[in-house]
């Protein structure tokens, strides 16, 4: 009898420090503490481009995105979140978020001009390419130049030749000489439109041209 009632209070006694030692252990975890970011969309944007100068795109794209979730309005945001998905190569994520700018600014001409590439690089909608472009030059006037070469490879992928060895000849005319980058482009542009159209010597000169504008 005795020994029973030892028993059970060595059984009690046991309990007892059990249920203590799992309070204890309990109140020992971490408490989670959410901080505020202190960063603005702005300072996001301005830590992620010195990121992508760097080559680390992962660290950018992080900050473009705290950007967007700081300020759902910054087109500046989803515009870098589009260029830096173009040049990775993923166009959808590039797509949604050119298409996010322009609901937030659709006469921005630039945004309408790389939402195009988006489709040529797919090689889709090429005739909605073509109508977003022609919109982006009265949106934008004053970069004609720019969205005329984007036409003219346009015009060439839907096998107008002609209309668009116009297009990019007209860009090389509206394009500043400075912009050596960018008429590379287009000459290069320009020797496919000929080489094309079955003028080969043509074609040859405009990557002449195109090479010694890479040069500068």
């Known amino acids: 009898m005795n020994e029973s009632r030892s028993l059970t209070g060595l059984a009690t006694t046991a309990l007892l420090v059990m249920v203590m030692l799992l309070f204890f252990h309990a109140c020992s975890f971490p408490k989670i503490i959410v901080l505020n970011d202190p960063l603005s969309a702005d300072?996001?944007?301005?830590?992620?481009r010195i990121y992508e100068t760097q080559g680390k795109t992962d660290l950018a794209m992080q900050q473009y995105e705290a950007a967007v979730r700081r300020d759902p309005k910054s087109v500046t945001a989803y515009l870098l979140i589009g260029d830096l998905s173009f040049k990775t190569g993923k166009y959808n994520e590039a797509e949604s978020a050119y298409e996010k700018a322009i609901k937030l600014e659709p006469d921005n001409g630039d945004i309408l001009n790389n939402l195009c590439w988006v489709y040529l690089?797919?090689?889709?909608?090429?005739?909605?390419?073509e109508e977003i472009i022609q919109k982006a030059m009265i949106m934008t006037p004053e970069h004609r130049g720019y969205y005329l070469d984007t036409l003219g490879v346009i015009l060439l992928r839907l096998n107008r030749v002609h209309e668009s060895i116009s297009a990019l000849q007209q860009?090389?005319?509206?394009?500043?000489?400075?912009?050596s980058g960018n008429l590379a482009e287009v000459y290069t542009h320009l020797a496919e439109a000929y080489r094309k159209s079955g003028d080969e010597v043509r074609a040859r000169d405009a990557e002449v041209e195109a090479a010694s504008r890479r040069k500068r």
């Not at 300072?43 to 992620?48: A, I």
């Open 171 to 179: 860009a090389a005319m509206l394009i500043p000489a400075d912009q």
């Open 43 to 48: 300072e996001h944007v301005k830590l992620g």
């Open 121 to 129: 690089k797919q090689d889709r909608k090429i005739a909605s390419a």
